[in-house]
């Protein structure tokens, strides 16, 4: 199983919802000139998802050798509307969790 197709099952096992990917956007945020996140977020319409129509995703490394990948996913909901904003927004919710 290939990157994408990875994601796309995450997607729809986590939204319940047909997912169909649209694009590849390169991400970089910045913090008090540091970089503090740099990646491709990937771009997938939904299908019968009565929340959004898009979602953005990607994964990571994870320091847990139980769970050794990290998928995250973020349903394009304001104030997510964007791939850089779905990276600001876990980001800022990765922070409020204390990871």
Do not use: C
Request: proline letters at 7%.
């Amino acid at each position: 199983m290939n990157y994408l197709d990875e994601l796309k099952e995450v997607i729809e096992r986590l939204h319940e919802s047909h997912a169909e990917y649209v694009e590849t956007v390169p991400v970089k945020e910045v913090f008090g000139g540091q970089t503090v996140w740099e990646g491709e977020v990937e771009v997938f319409d939904l299908t019968d998802n009565p929340n959004a129509s898009r979602v953005f995703a990607w994964a990571y490394d994870f320091e847990d050798p139980e769970k050794p990948t990290q998928h995250v996913t973020v349903l394009q909901i304001p104030p997510a509307t964007t791939p850089e904003n779905a990276v600001r927004a876990s980001i800022v919710a990765q922070y409020r969790e204390g990871k």
